[in-house]
DNA sequence: AGAAGTATGATAAAGTTTCTCATTGCAAAT
DNA sequence: ATTTGCAATGAGAAACTTTATCATACTTCT
């Protein structure tokens, strides 16, 4: 299955919202990237194709593909959000502190874990999160023969 | 040992920082706390007791109290930062959806599967945050019978 | 008590995210 | 094809969190 063949429109249209030039593209944009990214990243593309789309906008139409589970909030770190495609499976994150790397992983022990937790307080759960911070493997050599 | 005989100003005279009245304030604030906050509860407080310390000094004790270990930022949660008392061993976090509460747990296979998963990807991990979102079980009782 | 240098307060500023509201554009009905 | 109703957009204001600036005040060491 390609994972491009997502039909945004459908899923908008389904869910009772209009389909605009500027939600088109900025759904391009955000299909075309294949990791993580934050609102200005994709605002600066946007810009720099001759676009339209105002950050307001592009605001509210991240905000709109969350809601609709097309996009994943996936991490806040330094007071940035950052997002990721929704639609593939869950995972979780290695983050390198050095170069802002993500690295994504799954594991079911996570999920185990999580379930036997929650358990013994009775605790609902809904999704969770793991970041692993620390030093990525490129990041490390570097460092060590930087001198 | 008691948890609330930490020596603050011993810890901040050793690492060159000055012990002002401000300093003191603050500390007194956060160890008082059990939980987690934010730093406008930090903030309010220091007013509601007719104290005196701006928003700018508590932004920096808090960061120099991050710098020496005392304090953890714990959770970026709605574009807030929440923190925790940094000296009681690592743990992490169901937070529930409704409430807000957050509820501390360890589990010692989390830092295995890390082990391992960075063992992978040459990752050299520093530190992990799990946070698991749901809703609690006083939130889930009262949701049901809310209506 | 005095000197040296750090910390503070008030305010400005930077950065992210949301809100307002007049205008525009989509889509459904005519 | 037009009209019409309502949702979406843009531009700027605004809310909010966090950091920077800089003159003044306070700590600490002698």
Redesign the pocket.
């Known amino acids: 299955m390609k994972p491009q063949s997502i039909n945004v429109e459908k899923v908008l249209?389904d869910k009772g919202?209009?389909?605009?030039?500027?939600?088109v593209e900025i759904f391009k944009e955000i299909l075309g990237k294949r990791g993580h990214f934050?609102?200005?990243d994709i605002v600066h593309r946007i810009r720099r194709k001759g676009l339209?789309?105002?950050?307001?906008?592009v605001?509210?139409?991240l905000?709109i593909l969350k809601e609709v589970g097309l996009l994943n909030e996936v991490v806040k770190f330094g007071?940035?959000?950052y997002y990721e495609i929704g639609t593939k499976e869950h995972h979780d994150h290695l983050i390198c502190l050095n170069c802002g790397k993500f690295i994504e992983f799954h594991d079911n022990r996570i999920e185990e874990v999580q379930d036997q937790i929650c358990g013994q307080f009775n605790f609902k759960p809904l999704y969770h999160r793991l970041e692993i911070y620390g030093i990525c493997e490129d990041c490390n050599k570097n460092i060590k023969t930087d001198r």
């Open positions: 249209r919202f209009k389909l605009t030039k500027q939600r934050e609102v200005e339209k789309a105002s950050r307001a906008t605001y509210r139409t905000n007071n940035k959000t």
